[in-house]
């Protein structure tokens, strides 16, 4: 019988993989929430790459909740405090993250 050792280690070593080129949030006492509540439909670039308002970023976070984002409501504004503070818009963005394609802008 054949056993698929390669396949295997591909399946358990992808989200270390994933993990190491995604984009990590900047710290603080909601980032754990934030990454929860907001990886699960989307990777942190996508996050990483916005410079809201914190008006801007109110009206993304109650999108999102109407998307399905599950946020505790007790906890709404500190997600818009917390997105607002770390993602302004007089703040550069992160550098975006390409895929392999090999192909040039």
């Not at 603080?28 to 942190?44: F, I, Y």
Request: with cysteine; net charge positive; charged share 20%.
């Amino acid at each position: 019988m054949c056993k698929p050792k390669g396949l295997l280690l591909v399946v358990c070593a992808s989200p270390l993989l994933w993990a190491q080129g995604a984009p990590d949030l900047p710290a603080g006492p909601l980032q754990a929430k934030v990454r929860t509540s907001c990886t699960e439909c989307h990777d942190a670039g996508i996050i990483t790459q916005q410079r809201l308002s914190k008006a801007a970023w109110l009206k993304e976070v109650d999108k999102m909740i109407k998307w399905g984002a599950l946020v505790d409501p007790a906890e709404h504004d500190s997600y818009v405090d917390y997105l607002s503070s770390s993602f302004p818009p007089d703040k550069s963005p992160s550098p975006a993250l390409r895929s392999g394609s090999g192909k040039q802008p």
